[in-house]
């Protein structure tokens, strides 16, 4: 399947849904955790798998805002599994030349898991073969209000004036302002939903649907993820014969 894929038409951005961790587990008759223990090892793949291949930036939707629902013992275990990841991979993200970015509402995060995840965004800044940018307590509609205060906090201080508005100053006060818009966003599991995921930054996304639960999801399956995106037209609103 690698071979097929051309490298010259990769998207620069693939942004990840990763759901079906709890299905995955419950069919195995096991708790939750035990499927987002094991997506940990999916994480772990597609890492390697972008890496090996090129694709300059991938964002995984690790922990949403809603998320904070759920029953507080997945909620701790998550938490868990996040901080003991980063400290176990932050070393082999180095040496891999993966730098780490994390968006997402640092106030709601334990004190443990922003000490981690600082240390390794450190310790990785200098690395340029792809960046890996967790979305961790993280929604799009939060992202959007943040963007909106900002730039009115901005227009009532008198450094912006409401014409300087445009998509691009929009861009620019989106956590995401560093990277580029994702051209493929795949969600494994079946479900065809965004859920409040890079609502904006997803305007002209190729979306990839795959029932394969995020636990089972290996390189292969990103491959055929990139190979289905590159024969696809994308327009951008143009017709067939303008491209
Ligand atoms: C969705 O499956 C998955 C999550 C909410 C968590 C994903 C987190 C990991 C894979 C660990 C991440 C670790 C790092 C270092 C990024 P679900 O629980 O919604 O599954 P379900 O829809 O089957 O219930």
């Known amino acids: 399947m690698l071979d097929l894929i051309d490298k010259q038409k990769l998207p620069k951005h693939v942004a990840i849904i990763m759901d079906g ?3 995955w587990a419950k069919e195995r008759g096991k708790d939750r955790l035990f499927g987002h223990q094991h997506g ?3 994480v772990r793949e597609v890492v390697e798998g972008c890496v090996e291949i090129g694709v300059q930036y991938l964002t995984l939707y690790a922990f949403s805002t809603e ?15 996040l901080v003991t990841t980063i400290r176990k991979e932050a070393d082999s993200l180095n040496k891999n030349g993966v730098r780490l970015h994390v968006i997402g509402d640092f106030s709601t995060l334990p004190e443990s898991c922003i000490v981690e995840l600082n240390e390794a965004m450190e ?13 961790l307590s993280y929604s799009s509609k939060w992202e959007i209000t943040e963007a909106t205060r900002k730039i009115a906090a901005k227009v009532a201080n008198h450094e912006l004036t409401v014409d ?3 998509e691009e100053t929009f861009k620019n006060h989106l956590a995401t302002k560093d990277f580029p818009d994702p051209e493929l966003m795949i969600r494994t599991s079946g479900e065809h939903r965004i859920s409040n995921f890079l609502l904006f ?3 002209y996304a190729e979306l990839y649907f795959t029932h394969t639960h995020w636990p089972d999801f290996r390189k292969e399956n990103l491959y055929e993820s990139l190979l289905n995106y590159q024969n696809r037209e994308r327009r951008f609103g143009k017709i067939s014969e303008q491209l």
């Open 164 to 166: 300087d508005i445009d």
């Open 201 to 203: 930054q997803l305007a």
């Open 21 to 23: 961790n709890g299905r």
């Open 40 to 42: 940990v090892i999916s």
């Open 123 to 135: 310790l990785t800044a200098a690395n340029t073969a792809l960046n890996l940018i967790l979305a």
């Open 67 to 81: 998320n904070w629902n759920r029953p507080q013992s997945e909620v701790n275990g998550l938490m868990e599994l």
